[in-house]
Each structure stands twice: as C-alpha cells, then as structure tokens.
C-alpha cells in the first residue's frame, strides 16, 4: 500500500504523480474493459433479460456500495433544516399520528420549516417522511429509508427503461443510475433526497408505453401509484408529472389505443390514487385544519414567502462555507448581482440553475446529448423532451431550485442519454462503424469517473483526499464535522439526565438553525430552545424544572457549549456581541 498513500513523485517508490496514478487508473480499467468485455458481453445480454435479477441486483448494488464506506463516511448526521423537518414528519408518523399538538410555550421553539399553529408539525408533504419512518422502523435509523428509496429508483429505472430500450440499454441504464444517483450523490447522503419522487417518475413513465401498447390492467395501477407517490412527495411538482401524463395520451397516435381502452386504464389509475388523496386531504387537515390548505402554504401564509433575496455576505467571515450554502450565496449573487430589473433576475435566475442539470450527467455524457436530437422526429421522444421542458420551465416560479425538485424526470435524463449513446454506436464515417467504439468510450469514461471517485472514499488515502476534494463536482458525502453538530450532540449524550439547550445566536448569524426537535419535545432527552433572554428563558426553565440546563453558542468555532446560569440584560447583551 506504499505505493499509493501519496500523490506527490517523492513520496512513493516508483516516483508516481497524481497524474500519473490518474492515467494509470484510466489506462488499468480501459485494458480490462477491452480483455473482459467480449467475454461478459454474452451472459450480460442473457442477465438483461431476466427482469427479477436486474431489479433485485439494482436495489441491492448502491445500497452496498454505500455501505462499504461506513468505516470512513458513517451513516450521515441531519445537517440543514431540511433535513430536521423531514424527520419530523418521520417520527410523527411513527408515533401514529399526522400532527403534533402545539406546544404550550411555542415562541421556544420556532424554526425553519416547521409550524407551530394549529399544530407543531413540518411544513412538507409526508412521502419522504414515510420513507424515512420504513427504515427507522426496520433498521433502527431514518438513514435506511433513504437507502431504501435509491436502491427502489435504481431497480424501477431499469424496469422503466425496458418498456423504452433494449434490455442491455436498460440494464446499461440501470447501472447508470445506480453509480449516478448512489452512494456518493447528495441524494444519498442527505434527508431530503430525491429517491421517493425519482422512484414515483419510474412507475408512471415505465406505465405509459406498457398502456398504450395494450397493457395490462396492473400497468394502469402502477401509473396510478406512481402518481399518487409524487401527490405524496412533491405536491407541486405532482402537476407537472401530471400534466406529462395527460399530454402522452393526447399526443400519441390515433389509432394505437381505442378510446374505450385508454377510459378503462384511466379509470383504474384513478382508483389507484384515491389512497394518496385521502392520505393528502387527512393530513392537511390534521396540520392545518383544513383538508384543502397545504401545510406548506400555511407556513407561507404565516412566516412569508420566499420570494426574493437580500445579498449578504459571508454571516461568519472567518468560517469556510459548506458546498450547499456556497450554492445559496451563489444563487442570491446570481439573481441579485447584476441590477434590479425584474426580467434580467429573472434572466440570471435562469441561467444559474443550468448548473444543477450537471446533476443528472456525468459529464461524459455531454457528448451524447447531440446525438439525441434526430430521435425528436419520433412522437415519444419529442414528448420525452417537452416532458423535461415542462419540469425545467414549471419548476422557474419558486426561487430557490435543488435537484429533487425534478426528481420525477431523472429516469427520462437517464433515458436520453441511453438513446444519444446508442445512436452514437450506429454511426458511420465512410461506412466505418467509427460510433460503435465511441460509444463504448463513453460508458467506459462514466465508469472510470466513478471508480475514481469512489475508490478514494473508499480507501481514504491520507492526505489525498483532502487535497482532491475541492476538484470533486457535486461533493456531498459526509466527512468530519464542519458544524461542530456531531460534538455537541455528543457531549450532550454523555451528560446524565434530561438536558434544555439555550441556543443563542450572534447577531451576524444566518440561515444554519440549530433549534430542532423530536415529534414529542416534552418527552425528548434533549431539548433544543431559542434564547429569549433571561425572564423569558426562567419560564421554560420553571415549565423543565427537572432538566440542566446549557447555552449553546454555536457562532462560535467551535460551538461553545457551558452550563446555564441566569443572568441579567447587561450580561447578556455583552455574550451577545461580536467576536
């Protein structure tokens, strides 16, 4: 292993660079590519066709892969606030109820993304919270559910892509996804991924072509489920797959479903949604009290909408920004930077999100998308298009934009550039069949991407792989612990009893919420409070007389975590200054 714990020539025997490990990598994977390949290529074509293997293969592959990196990367700790409320939603369900009653000193306990009137609930729908609450329940951590949700993506896509390619494209695709959106995307590595609604886009594009060529009834249930999951998950963005749907039946052929047919698959659709309605209706109604208000909206209703930005700079100079919150700066500096007219916001708002699309290719598959292009002659494939215009244009109304938003889409990314690739491989220049070792070189590039990358999470050479890091596209994969969360929650775990934490927040703070509860405060081990001040703070103290107390500073680097003790306003005021 000496040969690889440093990329610097003088550090290892045989004088290696990192550019030369890099091109070695390359060259070691594209020999075996070349070796291997025609010896593979015949039992891979005859796996393909076994529906219940792939899938099976598929569910298992990037759970695996994740898991392997546990001695390095362990299960990660809920971070942003998006995180802490789909929890919520989690631990509410698992306590058998869709809401919690509010709390009687609420003004503790306001934070990002949860009410706390009529009900103390999370603002988001409950698709992704069920997710999380299956795995809680099964294996003891929320974290499983997310795992979960892509091992189900990755299985679905293939099942998807079969109704669209040939079975070796779609198991091509199938693995695709399952190195793509797996152990190292932001979707596997967070709370608030996109697995639930990328695996609701799998079932009702994988059921339209089945329907339309006379499918079975269970095609239609599955249609119908797969909207009912994203009604579930992504209410908003339900219309837009919605809207999809409807156009692929207007659109498609005259003559290749009967009306009578296509009325008795739309029936069966609708009965198989009427679950995830009634599910939605109750649950509105026990958060807002009404079964037509959106939890969401009420927050909105209650707390404003988000719907321009103040540039600021950096809250904490002296702290380097995690990639997430460098993305938020950077929209707010994109839509905001460059003048305040309405249209040229828009404009920059625009263009700053062609970024997030990256997420869905690696880049390899830049080079395919050309190739795409001829196939919008037929009717599916300009409808594939329009379908992903749809997302892209209907999703521009909100300002803030992440790639779970368009979750639902990510098989048809996945199946374009399956089709670019294969229309790569019929191309001919002066009748050499040039395209078909092209195609090949790409797929091989996406695989050595990610061997690459995943290689070096997994073995952790030191020192390496924070001097590679910062040249990591899209790098969510937990390490360390930059917030300092990890400590605190661990000290607070080794002191006995019941603990109340006063967070206090320095003038300068922003965004990065450290209040966040369990769906039972009152019965939770630690509870997390605003600061109020001192006469304030004694309420909450008498109401917990049984707990010790703590004030958390989390501006502080690291968070500063001491003992409580009253104090009075001028005490106070002066912790409050600036460092």
């Known amino acids: 292993m000496q040969l690889f714990r440093s990329f610097l020539p003088f550090q290892n025997p045989i004088g290696f660079g990192a550019a030369d490990f890099i091109e070695l990598a390359l060259a070691l994977l594209l020999v075996v590519m070349v070796v291997v390949r025609p010896r593979l290529q015949p ?36 971070n942003v606030s998006d995180d802490f409320s789909y929890l919520l939603v989690a631990d509410t369900l698992r306590h058998f109820r869709l809401a919690n009653p509010p709390h009687p000193l609420p003004q503790f306990f306001e934070t ?25 329940t099964m294996f003891g951590t929320p974290w499983a559910g997310v795992a979960l949700s892509i091992g189900a993506f990755c299985a679905l896509c293939y099942w998807m892509l079969r109704a669209w390619v040939s079975p070796e494209w779609a198991l091509a695709g199938g693995l695709l996804a399952a190195i793509q959106f797996g152990p190292l995307s932001q979707w596997m590595n967070s709370y608030w991924g996109g697995g639930v609604s990328a695996t609701a886009g799998c079932l009702v594009y994988g059921a339209l072509p089945r329907i339309s060529e006379g499918g079975r009834p269970r095609d239609a249930i ?15 963005e339900f219309a837009l797959l919605a809207l999809s749907v409807i156009l692929y039946f207007v659109l498609v052929p005259r003559g290749t479903m009967e009306l009578r047919a296509l009325s008795k698959a739309a029936a069966i659709a609708a009965i198989a949604m009427l679950p995830a309605i009634t599910l939605t209706l109750l649950h509105n109604k026990q958060v807002t009290g009404s079964g037509t208000t959106l939890p969401y909206m009420l927050s909105r209703y209650q707390y404003g ?33 460059k003048g305040t007219e309405t249209m040229g916001c828009y404009l920059n708002h625009l263009a700053y999100r062609v970024r997030f699309y990256r997420f ?19 009717f599916r494939y300009a409808w594939v298009a329009l379908t992903l215009v749809i997302f892209a244009a209907g999703t521009t109304f909100y300002p803030y934009f992440y790639s779970h938003y368009i979750a639902a889409g990510t098989c048809l990314f996945v199946l374009v550039s399956l089709v670019g690739i294969e229309r790569l491989s019929r191309l001919t220049i002066r009748g050499v069949p040039a395209g078909h070792e092209a195609a090949r070189l790409l797929v091989f590039l996406c695989a050595a991407h990610f061997v690459f990358w995943y290689g070096l999470h997994l073995f952790e050479p030191q020192g390496i792989t924070e001097a ?20 605190v929650n661990h000290d607070l775990a080794n002191a006995p009893g019941q603990q109340l934490v006063f967070v206090r927040y320095w003038p300068q703070h922003r965004f990065e919420e450290w209040v966040h509860n369990a769906a039972d405060i009152d019965g939770s081990r630690v509870v997390w409070a605003r600061d109020l001040g001192p006469e304030e703070n004694e309420k909450l103290r ?23 003790k009253s104090e009075s306003t001028s005490e106070t005021q002066g912790l409050t200054t600036p460092r």
């Open 43 to 78: 039992y891979a074509t005859r796996f393909a066709e076994r529906t219940g293997w792939c899938m099976l293969l598929l569910a298992i592959l990037p759970v695996a892969l994740r898991l392997a990196l546990l001695p390095h990367h362990p299960i990660p700790a809920p």
């Open 112 to 136: 990002f993304f949860a009410l706390q009137d009529p009900t103390y609930s999370s603002i988001f729908p409950i698709g992704q919270g069920l997710a999380l609450a299956v795995g809680w």
């Open 222 to 236: 599955l249609l119908g489920f797969g909207l009912g999951l994203q009604m579930l998950t992504r209410p908003f």
């Open 305 to 337: 909408v988000p719907a321009t930005f103040t540039v600021q700079p950096n809250p904490v100079p002296h702290r380097e920004l995690t990639p997430l919150q460098k993305l938020d700066y950077e929209l707010q500096e994109a839509v905001h930077g």
């Open 360 to 378: 869905f290719f690696l880049a390899p598959l830049y080079l395919a998308l050309p190739f795409f292009l001829p196939n919008l002659r037929e």
């Open 468 to 487: 590679m890091i910062h040249y990591e596209t899209w790098d969510v994969i937990n390490r360390d612990d930059p917030d300092g969360r990890i400590t």
């Open 542 to 564: 008498r109401y917990y007389p049984n707990r010790t107390a703590w004030l958390l500073e989390p501006d502080d680097r690291p968070p500063k975590l001491v003992p409580y």
